[in-house]
């Protein structure tokens, strides 16, 4: 069992910054695959930024060159450094761990980017 704290969330202005923490409860397993979702109102939650278990990065198109994904398994603790923000990126993001098949999800912390 994996509990997942997400930090950071707030208001900012378009064009500004944000970085969201997610803290585990326990080590980051380098077995473990991290990710942040995010799921604005009205539409499915989708997957933003992935940092697989050796550090290779995956993002959504929408989000290239803007955010980063990182961890710091010394802090069981993995980041989303979001720049540039835009309005369409208001929604509430998750952090999850996946190992093996188990998927483990955070609460959520809300972003808003006035427009």
């Known amino acids: 069992q994996v509990q997942l704290v997400e930090s950071g969330g707030g208001l900012v202005q378009t064009g500004g910054s944000l970085t969201l923490s997610c803290a585990a409860s326990q080590r980051i397993s380098s077995m473990a695959t991290m990710a942040w979702y995010r799921q604005a109102p009205g539409k499915q939650r989708e997957l933003v930024a992935l940092?697989?278990?050796?550090?290779?990065?995956t993002y959504a198109d929408s989000v290239k060159g803007r955010f980063t994904i990182s961890r710091d398994r010394a802090q069981n603790t993995v980041y989303l450094q979001m720049n540039s923000l835009k309005f369409e990126d208001t929604a509430v993001y998750y952090c999850r761990y996946a190992i093996g098949i188990q998927n483990y999800w955070g609460l959520g912390t809300q972003v808003t980017v006035s427009s």
């Open positions: 940092i697989t278990n050796i550090g290779s990065t």
